[in-house]
C-alpha cells in the first residue's frame, strides 16, 4: 500500500545545530507540503513544491529551507536550529489536477522535535 | 489573504449526542472545504470534504453544510462513539491557491461515557 512516512519520529537537538526532517511517499504525488502543529496555532504551512525542483515559502518559512531533487521525497532542513522551533512537524502530500475544487492531503505520523 | 476561525476549541459531549464545530473563513471566493480528523500521536486524516456547489454533503454519522453567504460552514456528528474522541480540524481553500490549504486551530472533541 502506499504510504508517506517520515524520519525521526524524535529527535532532540542542540540551538545552533543543523537538522534535517525526512519525507519520503510511495503515492507518487506531484504536491507536497511540511507544516508545524502547536497548541492553538493548528497546522501552519512551512514550505511546499508541486513538482521536482520547485520549492515554495508558506506562511512561517524563515529559518527552514527544502529540496525537490524527486517524485518521492521533501527533506526539511533548519539550517540553525532554535528553541522557538520546538514543535510537531507534519509531512503531507496530495495529487495534482486540473480544476476546481481541492483535493485530499495524506499526512505522515509527525516528527516531534526539541531544541535545547 | 484567507483566513479561518474555528469554535469551539474544546468540546465535550456526552455519549450518543451530536456534536456540532464551525469554522468561518474571509475569502469569499473560496470553494473547497474539508475536514479532517487527528487521532493522538498520528497525522490529520481527511474525513469528508465539501465543495462550493454544495450546500450540505453527508456520510454515515457525519455531515458538513455550508453556507457561501455567511462565508461559514460546519461539521455535524451525530450519535457519538468513544472513538469520535479526536483533535478536528475544518481548512478552506481559495482560487487564489492552487493547492494549499489555510486551517482553523482545531477542536479537542471529548465523548464522555
Known amino acids: 500500500d502506499a504510504e508517506i512516512t517520515q524520519s525521526p519520529r524524535h529527535k532532540i537537538t542542540e540551538t545552533g545545530r543543523q537538522v534535517t526532517l525526512a519525507c519520503h511517499q510511495t503515492w507518487n504525488h506531484n504536491n507536497m507540503f511540511w507544516y508545524r502543529q502547536d497548541l492553538g496555532h493548528g497546522l501552519r504551512l512551512i514550505h511546499y513544491s508541486y513538482g521536482v525542483q520547485d520549492t515554495n515559502k508558506g506562511e512561517v518559512s524563515d529559518g527552514y529551507s527544502v529540496s525537490r531533487s524527486n517524485t518521492e521525497d521533501l527533506p526539511l532542513t533548519l539550517e540553525s536550529a532554535a528553541s522557538s522551533q520546538t514543535s510537531v512537524y507534519f509531512c503531507?502530500?496530495?495529487?495534482?489536477?486540473?480544476?476546481?475544487?481541492?483535493?485530499?492531503?495524506?499526512f505522515g505520523p509527525g516528527t516531534r522535535l526539541t531544541v535545547t | 489573504g484567507e483566513n479561518v476561525e474555528q469554535h469551539p476549541s474544546t468540546l465535550s459531549v456526552q455519549e450518543g449526542d451530536s456534536a456540532v464545530i464551525k469554522c468561518t473563513y474571509s475569502d469569499s471566493a473560496s470553494n473547497y472545504f474539508p475536514w479532517y480528523k487527528q487521532e493522538l500521536g498520528k497525522g490529520p486524516q481527511l474525513i469528508i470534504d465539501?465543495?462550493?456547489n454544495v450546500g450540505e454533503k453527508k456520510d454515515q454519522r457525519i455531515a458538513v453544510t455550508l453556507n457561501k453567504t455567511a462565508k461559514h460552514f460546519s461539521l455535524h456528528i451525530t450519535e457519538t462513539q468513544p472513538e469520535d474522541s479526536a483533535v478536528y480540524f475544518c481548512?478552506?481553500?481559495?482560487?487564489?491557491?492552487?493547492?494549499?490549504?489555510?486551517w482553523g486551530a482545531g477542536t479537542k472533541l471529548i465523548i464522555k461515557p
Open positions: 503531507a502530500s496530495s495529487e495534482s489536477y486540473s480544476g476546481t475544487g481541492g483535493n485530499e492531503q495524506y
Open positions: 481548512a478552506a481553500k481559495g482560487t487564489n491557491s492552487n493547492y494549499q490549504l489555510i
Open positions: 465539501i465543495r462550493s
